[in-house]
């Protein structure tokens, strides 16, 4: 079992940046494969990012590539998901997961274990 705690959302203008982070405790982090999902309202979650189990691969959605980056730090057992550029679109509660699968996942459904939840607002 791991549990995983998101931080860092808030209010930003369009054109800003934030960085999300994700703590996990429980098994070794490195065993994990790392994603972030976001969910806006009104509309079904949806893949962000995606970060191999030691940091050598990551996947991106189309909507974000070039404007956020996921990376992680097996020693603090936290994963990260820095946002540039951030346009009204963006906002959405951002949540952070994870699963033992050995690939880089894209699917919600794929992921064993998920945060709460972190809300991203986008203003004009």
């Known amino acids: 079992q791991v549990q995983l705690v998101e931080s860092g959302g808030g209010l930003v203008q369009a054109g800003g940046s934030l960085r999300l982070s994700c703590a996990a405790s429980?098994?070794?982090?490195?065993?994990?494969?790392m994603g972030w999902f976001r969910q806006a309202p009104g509309k079904e979650r949806e893949f962000v990012a995606a970060?191999?189990?030691?940091?050598?691969?990551?996947a991106y959605a189309d909507s974000v590539k070039g404007r956020f980056t996921i990376s992680r730090d097996n020693a603090k057992n936290t994963v990260y998901l820095q946002m540039n550029s951030l346009k009204l679109e963006d906002t959405a509660v951002y949540y952070c997961?994870?699963?033992?699968?050995?690939?880089?996942?894209?699917?919600?459904?794929?992921?064993?274990?998920w945060g709460q939840g972190t809300t991203v607002t986008v203003s004009s």
């Open positions: 970060i191999s189990r030691s940091g050598g691969t990551t």
């Open positions: 997961a994870a699963d033992t699968n050995y690939y880089v996942l894209r699917s919600d459904y794929e992921y064993d274990y």
């Open positions: 429980g098994r070794t982090f490195s065993s994990y494969t």
